[in-house]
């Protein structure tokens, strides 16, 4: 059975097209980090590869062997901690992409952050989609659909997923789960209807960690600019070795500074950081609605200008600088 949550369209399309024996040789999986791509990939591979009942079964050999990352015809590929998906990696799927399956039905070839993809990587796989081979279906995933070739976009069938009802989600943690409600109702706001961020935030130390992302951002108002700098070469390193994790910084900086504009606007029932009201309220106070607007658009270029390959320690630099600042209060 499927896994996935709350994207009752594509997985009636998915059937339909299974049943119907009518699966296309790539599929384009668009939405946010989270909401479950990677989850429906791995299904999707699983039914194509499916020794069962209705497909996907979840209990034949291969379903298990998909599931457990072991089976010799599904192959993943992404950024893992690096900054993008290169011109070798294409070259290794071209050439498994040409060999007939060994212990499946189909070759299943997932790419992960697939906006990633270099230019002669793209180019790459743009051939290998104008010219698929039999008995392959490729899934790309991607959470910025518009960085893609467009000629790569036209030649996959395209499912978007979208964040799950609020609602939905905090009645999954609780009944589900068995999460407490007041946990429950922050993580459904801190996952933006993005199941899979609220399911990991359980099994790790996120939740910790945005603590610490938080603090440090906090701080930075009555920061000298000296340790802002030092701060924005920290991220812009990171950057050069996992992209991602600066993307989540950013995410956090913006639910931040939006949350400091509900605020200041009267809709603090709105805000996402809901555990972190108090310091919200007293932040907002020194500041004006006008430096708040202003910063949030800063936010908007900066993650704008990563996604191009502008020099991060720049962009960061710069945004330090837009930074309002205030004096540190003597105690």
Same mark, same amino acid.
């Given at each position: 059975?499927?896994?996935?949550i709350g994207q009752d369209?594509?997985?009636?399309?998915?059937?339909?097209?299974?049943?119907?024996?009518?699966?296309? $040789?790539?599929?384009?999986?668009?939405?946010? $980090?989270?909401?479950?791509k990677r989850t429906l990939?791995?299904?999707?591979?699983?039914?194509?590869?499916?020794?069962? !009942?209705?497909?996907?079964?979840?209990?034949?050999? #291969?379903?298990?062997?998909?599931?457990?990352?072991? $089976?010799?015809?599904?192959?993943? /590929? !992404?950024?893992?901690? *690096?900054?993008?998906?290169? %011109?070798?990696?294409?070259?290794?799927?071209?050439?498994?992409?040409?060999?007939?399956?060994?212990?499946?039905?189909?070759?299943?070839?997932?790419?992960?952050?697939?906006?990633? &993809?270099?230019?002669? =990587?793209?180019?790459?796989?743009?051939?290998?989609?104008?010219?698929?081979?039999?008995?392959?279906?490729?899934?790309?995933?991607?959470?910025?659909? #518009?960085?893609?070739?467009?000629?790569?976009?036209? *030649?996959?069938?395209?499912?978007?997923?979208?964040?799950?009802? +609020?609602?939905?989600?905090?009645?999954?943690?609780?009944?589900?789960?068995?999460?407490?409600? #007041?946990?429950?109702?922050?993580? /459904?706001? +801190?996952? $933006?209807?993005?199941?899979?961020?609220?399911?990991?935030?359980?099994?790790?130390?996120?939740?910790?960690?945005?603590?610490?992302?938080?603090?440090?951002?906090?701080?930075? +108002? /009555?920061?000298?600019i000296e340790q802002s700098? =030092?701060?924005?070469?920290? &991220?812009?390193?990171?950057?050069?070795?996992?992209?991602?994790?600066? =993307?989540?910084?950013?995410? %956090?900086?913006?639910?931040?500074?939006?949350?400091?504009?509900?605020?200041?606007?009267?809709?603090?029932?709105?805000?996402?950081?809901?555990?972190?009201?108090?310091?919200?309220?007293?932040?907002?106070?020194?500041?004006?609605?006008?430096?708040?607007?202003?910063?949030?658009?800063?936010?908007?270029?900066?993650?704008?200008?990563?996604?191009?390959?502008?020099?991060?320690?720049?962009? &960061?630099? #710069?945004?330090?600088?837009?930074?309002? *600042?205030?004096?540190?209060?003597?105690?």
């Open positions: 059975m499927w896994q996935v369209k594509v997985l009636a399309l998915l059937d339909r097209s299974l049943e119907e024996n009518n699966i296309v $040789h790539a599929y384009l999986l668009v939405g946010p $980090h989270h909401v479950g990939a791995l299904n999707l591979a699983q039914a194509l590869n499916c020794d069962g !009942g209705k497909p996907p079964c979840g209990q034949c050999y #291969s379903c298990r062997r998909i599931l457990e990352h072991k $089976h010799a015809d599904v192959t993943f /590929t !992404g950024l893992n901690s *690096r900054t993008e998906i290169g %011109i070798d990696d294409m070259r290794e799927l071209h050439h498994l992409a040409n060999l007939p399956p060994y212990e499946g039905k189909c070759k299943v070839f997932i790419i992960d952050d697939a906006e990633y &993809l270099s230019t002669e =990587a793209a180019n790459s796989l743009l051939k290998i989609l104008e010219e698929p081979p039999p008995k392959v279906v490729w899934l790309l995933l991607t959470a910025e659909e #518009s960085r893609l070739l467009p000629t790569i976009i036209s *030649r996959c069938q395209r499912l978007e997923l979208k964040p799950v009802p +609020l609602e939905q989600v905090e009645q999954i943690l609780i009944n589900l789960y068995n999460v407490d409600a #007041s946990k429950a109702k922050l993580l /459904t706001r +801190l996952c $933006h209807g993005c199941l899979g961020w609220a399911l990991s935030s359980l099994a790790n130390d996120i939740l910790e960690q945005r603590s610490q992302r938080i603090t440090k951002l906090s701080s930075l +108002l /009555t920061a000298k700098f =030092a701060y924005a070469q920290e &991220l812009a390193s990171q950057f050069s070795q996992n992209r991602r994790s600066v =993307a989540e910084v950013m995410e %956090i900086w913006f639910d931040w500074w939006r949350d400091l504009m509900l605020i200041k606007l009267g809709c603090k029932e709105a805000i996402t950081n809901i555990d972190y009201e108090m310091a919200l309220e007293k932040q907002a106070k020194s500041l004006s609605l006008n430096e708040i607007k202003e910063f949030l658009a800063n936010l908007y270029l900066v993650q704008e200008e990563i996604s191009k390959n502008v020099n991060p320690r720049l962009v &960061l630099e #710069s945004l330090m600088l837009n930074l309002p *600042r205030r004096e540190n209060p003597k105690h």
